[in-house]
T-cell receptor, first 115, second 113 residues
Framework: GNSVTQMEGPVTLSEEAFLTINCTYTATGYPSLFWYVQYPGEGLQLLLK?????DKGSNKGFEATYRKETTSFHLEKGSVQVSDSAVYFCALSYHNTGTASKLTFGTGTRLQVTL | NAGVTQTPKFRVLKTGQSMTLLCAQDMNHEYMYWYRQDPGMGLRLIHYSVGEGTTAKGEVPDGYNVSRLKKQNFLLGLESAAPSQTSVYFC????????????FGPGTRLTVT
């Protein structure tokens, strides 16, 4: 079956540090890939997505590239802020008839950014 | 637009009690989903619906039932709560076309003692 593996957290960084959160997936065919973010006490929000190989998703200074050859979708940001402290989820989905576009999530990585 | 709302926000149940969680969306979305979030396990799909009057099982459906009598509402029921159902429950919805994201509600924290 499909699965998503994320690096274990928590990740603790100082403000303005470089961030990488690793994500790899196991799936057949060509899924779409997503990063969702969950701020404390809130639901999940879509951060960025990529729908085919070599696509780069980007939003709010975060970016991730869909690498089919390494089955990866690593999240990066050049300079993190305290306000980026949250839990980040990598996920995949198939957008085919009959799949209902169900999401398969990784376990989440907690990011804590300090001053 | 309120987006996706969930009622209640918090609930404590005793083992064996029943309850219903309500999810409502005002975006006219066709698809709706119920997930549970547990520490170290990410979000797992309980049940989902691809339209009014339809429901289907997800990854972890045992102990839960759902109904989608109206397009805007998706109800999750626990007939006889167990401590293993202590979790945070999220509802989500999306349009039926390709490449749309899922929109999540704020969650319901349920504790079963």
């Amino acid at each position: 079956g499909n699965s998503v593996t994320q690096m274990e957290g928590p990740v603790t960084l100082s403000e303005e540090a470089f961030l990488t959160i690793n994500c790899t997936y196991t799936a057949t065919g060509y899924p779409s890939l997503f990063w969702y973010v969950q701020y404390p006490g809130e639901g999940l929000q879509l951060l960025l997505k990529a729908t085919k190989a070599d696509d780069k998703g980007s939003n709010k200074g975060f970016e991730a590239t869909y690498r089919k050859e390494t089955t990866s979708f690593h999240l990066e940001k050049g300079s993190v802020q305290v306000s980026d402290s949250a839990v980040y989820f990598c996920a995949l989905s198939y957008h085919n008839t009959g799949t209902a576009s169900k999401l398969t999530f990784g376990t989440g990585t907690r990011l804590q950014v300090t001053l | 637009n309120a987006g996706v709302t969930q009622t209640p926000k918090f609930r404590v149940l005793k083992t064996g009690q029943s309850m219903t969680l309500l999810c409502a969306q005002d975006m006219n979305h066709e698809y709706m989903y119920w997930y549970r979030q547990d520490p170290g396990m990410g979000l797992r799909l309980i049940h989902y619906s691809v339209g009014e009057g339809t429901t289907a099982k997800g990854e972890v459906p045992d102990g839960y039932n759902v109904s989608r009598l109206k397009k805007q509402n998706f109800l999750l029921g626990l007939e006889s709560a167990a401590p293993s159902q202590t979790s945070v429950y999220f509802c989500a919805s999306r349009p039926s076309g390709l490449l749309y994201e899922q929109y999540f509600g704020p969650g319901t924290r349920l504790t079963v003692t």
